[in-house]
């Protein structure tokens, strides 16, 4: 099982700051998600990427893959009160797109 | 997009009894589905690995005969929780891979009470 560290477990903001949430691993992985979920509801996709040191951008997210595509990085600007929700990295290793592995998970909260 | 849909969304059972959760690819699908569990505030706990046409692989701790997984179609796996009881109260989430990608079901709510 290749373990991926997920930081901090815990962001509390007020709203129009910025936030950063850290996902490490020593291991490679073939590909790297992100998930958002919501109280009583699965996660959601929100981008995967698979090149080492692609960037990806979703709005006011942006995404990095780590250059050796062991480490990935989630960063909001100027959060709003609709991004609290718990943030899941996950990858895949190379032996096995298929099964991933998860993040402990980092539980974010925007306050208006 | 890809969508998995889980049913039921939640179920109350009493000790004792069984309880069966489909899961369901809707438009497309998955010879490989996945059942996690969830506890409050954490991440998801891989459970087992369904396999159509196949045994459901397990991992290190997780009962076979506890949490029997069948996954009869292309688009269909079911995780029954045989002779529940409380402590098998969690939120089960099932996933399906489609194109490189892992596509989450809304989950179901167990409560045994």
């Known amino acids: 099982t290749q373990l991926l560290e997920q930081s901090p477990q815990f962001l509390s903001i007020q709203e129009g700051e910025n936030l950063t949430v850290y996902c490490n691993s020593s291991?490679?992985?073939?590909?790297l998600q992100w998930y958002r979920q919501e109280p009583g509801e699965g996660p959601v996709l929100l981008v995967t990427v698979v090149t080492g040191g692609e960037v990806k951008k979703l709005k006011r997210l942006t995404f990095q893959f780590g250059d050796a595509r062991k480490d990935s990085s989630l960063h909001i600007t100027a959060a709003q009160p609709g991004d609290t929700g718990l943030y899941l990295c996950?990858?895949?290793?190379?032996?096995?797109?298929?099964?991933?592995?998860f993040g402990a998970g980092t539980t974010v909260t925007v306050r208006a | 997009g890809a969508v998995v849909s889980q049913h039921p969304s939640w179920v109350i059972c009493k000790s004792g009894t069984s309880v069966k959760i489909e899961c369901r690819s809707l438009?497309?699908?998955?010879?490989?589905m996945f059942w996690y569990r969830q506890f409050p505030k954490q991440s998801l706990m891989l459970m087992a690995t369904s396999n159509e046409g196949s045994k459901a692989t397990y991992e290190q701790g997780v009962e076979k005969d506890k949490f029997l997984i069948n996954h009869a179609s292309l688009t269909l796996s079911t995780l029954t929780v045989t002779s529940a009881h409380p402590e098998d109260s969690s939120f089960y989430i099932c996933?399906?891979?489609?194109?490189?990608?892992?596509?989450f079901g809304p989950g179901t709510r167990l409560t045994v009470l």
């Open positions: 996950a990858g895949a290793p190379p032996s096995n797109d298929y099964k991933l592995s």
């Open positions: 438009d497309f699908q998955a010879t490989t």
């Open positions: 996933s399906a891979h489609s194109r490189g990608t892992q596509y």
């Open positions: 291991s490679v992985f073939s590909s």
